[in-house]
């Protein structure tokens, strides 16, 4: 399709742009995209695409508006409380530009319908506050060789990368293994209004990019926002060979649903111990002058553990964790020798729910120590014992 004189009208500021011109707003014209979300990310990500003429914007969300989410959800009214928010998003956006295509998907997305769904469009944004359904997009997109624009929010801090079929990392290649349960959604944490405002419209200008083909799209490069300090970082992440979807060796090679919960039971957790952050500093300290050492293992992915970790802690990923459990043993064996007590083994992350799964794996392998879960995780650690420590963003 070729641009009107409407569109040359309404998309002027557009063609004034030397870099994307008549033939870039053609592009955005003829294009499909694709939202899952049409919550915090999802609403400035796709207003801004629908001003910017999208072609065909696709929105997949099975919620409906609630008052609790007029606070960030700039797509919504008041009197649209109750309303499915594909219904009242697609009312809005065409209401915004009557000559593009809305198609409203109130589905959840699951392993059974994402290819059917995902299939017809050019780029993806993943705008989910949920990890099970951000692998589950990533995936997808990665089986069917679909460009990703994905982002995430907490609290205060938010952060982005893009996906581009064989030139980059995926999300999993940053985040191997997570659940839900590690990373606490909007309505537990909270979240600043105005932050997924921010990530958004970053989102859309991705979009916009790799549609026209202009510029230089954070493929490999994790960018990330700090609203309290406003403050952008950057992080360089490379593909990992042994990613189960993108990697030289995949072992997902079609769509999964989440993992069923971990299968450890109260008798086991009851032989995890736990430490505050105060009270792993007096056990580093009493450890300097006693015959009982303390083996630090972080499972955070290595570009957090790059980012910043407590000396001597040894980095061994959650994902990984399961298969290099006899290193660990090894390892532990190793301190252990000579020494009439066995070493304290405290197991730390972010925010604390990496390392307990990572302390059920180790009761679940019968590890001979007792595992000791750092409360809290390095948040905790920076909150009440070292302010200046350096913790890498959520993902």
Known sequence: MTLTA?????????????????????RLKNSKVLIVGAGGLGSPCALYLAAAGIGTLGLVDHDVVDLSNLQRQVLFATSEIGQPKVRAAANRLTALNPDIEVRPLELKLTAENVLDVVRDYDVVVDGT?????????NDTCVILGKPLVSAAIHRFEGQSLTYLPDKGPCYRCLFANASDAQTPNCADAGVLGVLPGVMGAIQATEVIKLVAGIGEPSVGRLLTYDALALRFAEFNVARRADCAVCGDNPTIVTPQDAMPASKTTAAQRSLISHATPRQLRVRLEAAKESATPVLL?????????????LPNSINLPIGELGTRMTELVATLDSVSRGRTARPDVVFLCRSGGRSLQACELAVGANLTAVPINLDGGLLAWSRDVDHDFPVAPAG
């Open 297 to 309: 293992i972080d499972v955070r992915e290595q570009h957090e553990f790059e980012c910043g970790h």
């Open 6 to 26: 409407m569109d040359k009208q309404r998309y002027a500021r557009h063609l004034s742009l030397p870099e994307l011109g008549a033939a870039g707003q053609s």
């Open 129 to 137: 506050d949920r990890i099970t359904s951000r692998y589950l997009i």
